[in-house]
Antibody, heavy 122, light 108 residues
Framework: EVQLLESGGGLVQPGGSLRLSCAASGFTFSDYVMSWVRQAPGKGLEWVSAVSASGGGTFYADSVKGRFTISRDDSNSTLFLHMDSLRAEDTAIYYC???????????????WGRGTLLTVSS | EIVLTQSPGTLSLSPGERATLSCRASQSVGSNYLAWYQQKPGQAPRLLIYGASSRATGIPDRFSGRGSGTDFTLTINRLEPEDFAVYYCQHYGTSPFTFGPGTKVDIK
């Protein structure tokens, strides 16, 4: 079955760190650009970060640049998001998302995980 | 950064009616790199339309998209009960990939 399964969310204090994971199955993970997209409670969608199919290129929204790091382990078909200096405004459901086209960074997504909730609060 | 505006904020319709959703960009969207997603409560978004007018795999033909430049439209013909949801447009192709604020289609 083609799917993405996020994990690692939880409650973190402001200023803390956390790493999210996304396990992929059912497709050739290494062939696709992968992204993280977040959604604050009751709000809209915000693209956070993307990593190229080779892993050599990373891209970030200004709101997380310098604090978040995206990476991938193609041997285990897993995507990561390491988050430092967390703020209350980072509270959201974090979705892992697969780019629609092989190899290309297009930035639109045809497969999404169910998401993992990060809450940043003291 | 391209800012997307969606209207209306909420659309109240009955099953069988047609829904017309609008998405306007703050600047021209290159190569019509505009996508539409559907999101139901408690679920992840689902890709409906890409390239402004191409339906994604498995999307019924009652969903159609059109537009170019800065003005785009998603039309849902003959609303089915499962179509009541929130719809987002998204600009892609050049990061940051921005989303509109969404249009909620609810049952009248």
């Amino acid at each position: 079955e083609v799917q993405l399964l996020e994990s690692g969310g939880g409650l973190v204090q402001p200023g803390g760190s956390l790493r999210l994971s996304c396990a992929a199955s059912g497709f050739t993970f290494s062939d696709y650009v992968m992204s993280w997209v977040r959604q604050a409670p009751g709000k809209g969608l915000e693209w956070v970060s993307a990593v190229s199919a080779s892993g050599g290129g990373t891209f970030y929204a200004d709101s997380v640049k310098g604090r978040f790091t995206i990476s991938r382990d193609d041997s285990n078909s897993t995507l990561f998001l390491h988050m430092d200096s967390l703020r209350a405004e980072d509270t959201a459901i974090y979705y892992c998302a697969k780019d629609h086209w092989q190899w290309l960074l297009t930035g639109h997504f045809d497969l999404w995980g169910r998401g993992t909730l990060l809450t940043v609060s003291s | 950064e391209i800012v997307l505006t969606q209207s209306p904020g909420t659309l109240s319709l009955s099953p069988g009616e047609r829904a017309t959703l609008s998405c306007r960009a703050s600047q021209s969207v290159g190569s019509n790199y505009l996508a539409w997603y559907q999101q139901k409560p408690g679920q992840a978004p689902r890709l409906l339309i890409y390239g402004a007018s191409s339906r994604a795999t498995g999307i019924p033909d009652r969903f159609s998209g059109r537009g170019s430049g800065t003005d785009f439209t998603l039309t849902i013909n003959r609303l089915e009960p499962e179509d009541f949801a929130v719809y987002y447009c998204q600009h892609y192709g050049t990061s940051p990939f921005t989303f509109g604020p969404g249009t909620k289609v609810d049952i009248k």
